[in-house]
Nanobody, 116 residues
Framework: QVQLVESGGGLVQPGGSLRLSCAAS????????RGWYRQAPGKQRELVAS???????NYKDSVKGRFTISRDNAKNTMYLQMNNLKPEDTAVYYC??????????WGQGTQVTVSS
């Protein structure tokens, strides 16, 4: 049974920082894509940042320069460092892994609220 468990969300003031983690457990196989998505109330889920097995990263334009995605293969964990957070970053953040045989795994989501 594969599980992705996210942590690190919370309430932060504008300009603050948070670090999200996504830890995988179980027989997840070889992963070729890892991504962070977010979904704000009334909006569709959107891709925020992604990293491939070769380390190529991609970011949504609005988070470039503020968010950094990384991974620790030995720990089967992915991170999202979020700096200079803005109210519009408020959303539930989800992690997603995709294996080379196209199995897709999602985390349960972690709430990030940016408010003064």
């Amino acid at each position: 049974q594969v599980q992705l468990v996210e942590s690190g969300g919370g309430l932060v003031q504008p300009g603050g920082s948070l670090r999200l983690s996504c830890a995988a457990s179980g027989s997840i196989g070889v992963i070729d894509f890892r991504g962070w998505y977010r979904q704000a109330p009334g909006k569709q889920r959107e891709l925020v940042a992604s990293i491939t097995s070769t380390g190529i990263t991609n970011y949504k334009d609005s988070v470039k320069g503020r968010f950094t995605i990384s991974r620790d293969n030995a720990k089967n964990t992915m991170y999202l460092q979020m700096n200079n957070l803005k109210p519009e970053d408020t959303a539930v953040y989800y992690c997603k892994f995709r294996s080379i045989d196209f199995q897709v795994y999602w985390g349960q989501g972690t709430q990030v609220t940016v408010s003064s």
